[in-house]
């Protein structure tokens, strides 16, 4: 890889040294690197995966545009860098994808937020993410994804694969998926009727992918818009609420200190409101909750089928990572059960106080 690395860094750079590369980030899908030049100037090098992404050109095309449009709003974002011939990506003999960012420097990520004020930072951000794509230009970005974050369509490969597993392992896993089946279509149906709000989106707004100041409570950048697509907004919202809500991160001692947190959630709304209040629907706001529990029941219902399938999608550091991932979805999912009454009770209260300042 070291060589591919020095390859693709040369083509955007033919006349940059290099004295250093690091991996950057702990990503589950690309490959990420921190490079440093001769000169003292830092770069972050991405490899895409080619199986995650068999479109690499239509995720660079989205790419270019959103944050070509944030920046134009005051958005602070990477840059991505072109060859003197104005090509954005180079090709590698093996058919994957790589790309030259900006590194945005003094900035920290964060496994997990524990302070409220870090959640609002977070909402904020990701609302005035959503409030500048709302008018980006047409033509429509490309859906280089177009079943993402589509559960029943996950629901359906789990189904094909299942009896394929010679010997079906955690059974608990597959007794918590087969009770919740019947919950599992309901954002689709909303999406077919057409009252949820369909825009541009980030995909994949977990607490990892927002850049912080060193002290931890400013959120500086969002990045790793691989994912960056038409969808609905309760994706991204339920996805930031499943990762930001839970104060103990993905990596826990026990299962039984998953907690989806009442604190965090209601911050994370105050600052989502406070920036994109008016583009939630009503009918947005009455399913927030749900999209929350659905994106974590969604997200566990991924891990395990690729446990089951040999982890060939998620990266692991063990054979039984990606199990415990899931476990880990189907803890905060019981958790959330649990509150949902209470959760209600705060998306309407946000919502009364979102009308007062109008």
């Known amino acids: 890889m070291t060589n591919l690395c020095q390859q693709a860094f ?7 040294k290099l004295t250093l590369f690091e991996p950057l980030g702990d990503g589950r899908i690309n490959s990420t690197w921190l490079l440093s030049t001769i000169t003292g100037e830092k770069y972050v090098l991405q490899r895409l995966n080619p199986a995650v992404f068999p479109e690499p050109a239509l995720v660079q095309e989205n790419l270019c545009r959103v944050t070509a449009h944030l920046q134009a709003g005051g958005f602070n974002i990477f840059q991505v860098f072109h060859t003197v011939a104005g090509e954005s990506g ?25 302070k409220p ?27 280089h994804l177009p079943s993402f974050h589509n559960t029943p369509r996950y629901l359906a490969e789990y189904d094909i694969l299942l009896p394929n597993v010679s010997q079906p392992q955690a059974a ?34 977990k607490v990892g992918n927002f850049l912080f100041s060193l002290d931890g409570d400013k959120v500086i950048s969002l990045v790793d818009l691989d994912t960056v697509k038409p969808g609905l907004l309760l994706h991204d919202l339920g996805d ?17 200190e998953v907690v989806f947190d009442q604190d965090l959630f209601a911050a994370v709304l105050t600052g989502y409101q406070s920036r994109a209040a008016q583009l939630l629907t009503p009918e947005d706001r009455q399913l927030l909750v749900a999209s929350t529990r ?16 040999g ?39 946000c919502d009364l106080a979102s009308d007062s300042t109008k």
């Open 10 to 16: 040369a083509f955007f750079r033919p006349n940059e």
């Open 240 to 256: 930031c609420l499943r990762s930001c809500c839970n104060p103990l991160g993905e990596e826990v001692a026990s299962l039984d």
């Open 172 to 205: 608990d896993c597959r007794d918590f998926i087969n009770a919740r089946r019947a919950d599992m279509h309901f954002l689709e149906e909303a999406r077919q009727q057409g009252k949820i709000t369909e825009q541009v989106i980030h995909g994949d707004p």
């Open 117 to 143: 004020a870090q959640a609002q930072e977070i909402g904020a951000t990701l609302g005035l993410f959503h409030t500048l794509l709302a008018d980006l230009p047409s033509p429509p970005l490309a859906d």
């Open 311 to 349: 982890s060939r999608y998620f990266k692991v550091d063990h054979p039984e990572q990606n199990l415990f991932r899931a476990r880990v979805q189907f803890a905060l999912v019981r958790s959330l059960e649990n509150q949902y009454s209470e959760l209600m009770r705060i998306v309407a209260s």
């Open 294 to 309: 659905l994106i974590s029941l969604e997200l566990g219902l991924r891990f395990y089928s690729d446990y089951l399938a």
């Open 90 to 114: 180079w090709l590698d003999s093996s058919g994957a994808w790589w790309r030259l960012l900006s590194y945005l420097d003094t900035t920290q990520t964060l496994k997990s937020v524990n």
